[in-house]
Each structure stands twice: as structure tokens, then as C-alpha cells.
Nanobody, 130 residues
Framework: QVQLVESGGGLVQAGGSLRLSCSAS????????VGWFRQAPGKEREFVVG????????NYADSVKGRFTISRDVAKSTVYLQMNSLKPEDTAVYSC???????????????????????WGQGTQVTVSS
């Protein structure tokens, strides 16, 4: 089972940018979909973005499309989330998540189900001030 090490996050003004990183430890991300969920105070956890490590295909929540970009660096076994044009409503704890995919077709999918996540990162706070 892959372990996740997160970095990034912090405090930024509205309109600013931040980058999150999620690195694999113990094994590579091969065969996984990797992405982020976020949870704001008093709200339920919500899916943000996912990427298929095998295919590079991506899936974004509507709320972040056009502002957030997920990418992967195969050599570094790391996934990045570039967050631009940040809004106060993006304030939340962001947690990296990895879901093991079984089968060739499934391994190409970037979809991640919260109840199917195999590994979670430690979470990092993103705060956007208005």
C-alpha cells in the first residue's frame, strides 16, 4: 500500500496561487488514481480533482475547473495541484488521496471515490483571505 507525503498549502490572498504536492512512499503510484479532497469547517468532505497515474487523464470538480491544474511527475513519483485564482470559498483542509485501480481499463480512469480510497495524506491547510 502506498503511503502519501503532502506538502504545500498556506495562507494567500484572494486571486493568489498555491501549489500542493503529494509524493508516494513505499511504492510507486502505478495502478492508482491520485487526487485531492477538501473539507471546510462545518462542511462535508468534497472531491476536488483526480488523475490516473497510468494514463494521465484527469477529472475536476466543477467548482475548480479552469483554476486548478493537476499534473504528475513520473520520475519523482509525485502529483502536483496548482491552484490559481483562489477564492475564499477554497479555504479548507486539502487531503491527498490514492485509490488502487484493478484491471487495465480501470487503471486508466481518474475517478476517485471517497469510500474507496486506500491511502490518505496527512492533510494541509489552505486559507484564502478576502
Amino acid at each position: 500500500q502506498v503511503q502519501l507525503v503532502e506538502s504545500g498549502g498556506g495562507l494567500v490572498q484572494a486571486g493568489g496561487s498555491l501549489r500542493l504536492s503529494c509524493s508516494a512512499s513505499g511504492r510507486t503510484f502505478t495502478g492508482y488514481a491520485v487526487g485531492w479532497f477538501r473539507q471546510a469547517p462545518g462542511k462535508e468532505r468534497e472531491f476536488v480533482v483526480g488523475i490516473s497515474w497510468n494514463s494521465g487523464s484527469t477529472n475536476y470538480a466543477d467548482s475548480v475547473k479552469g483554476r486548478f491544474t493537476i499534473s504528475r511527475d513520473v520520475a519523482k513519483s509525485t502529483v502536483y495541484l496548482q491552484m490559481n485564482s483562489l477564492k475564499p470559498e477554497d479555504t479548507a483542509v486539502y487531503s491527498c488521496a490514492a485509490q488502487r485501480k484493478y484491471g487495465i481499463t480501470s487503471s486508466l480512469s481518474p475517478l476517485i471515490g471517497a469510500d474507496q480510497v486506500d491511502s490518505w495524506g496527512q492533510g494541509t491547510q489552505v486559507t484564502v483571505s478576502s
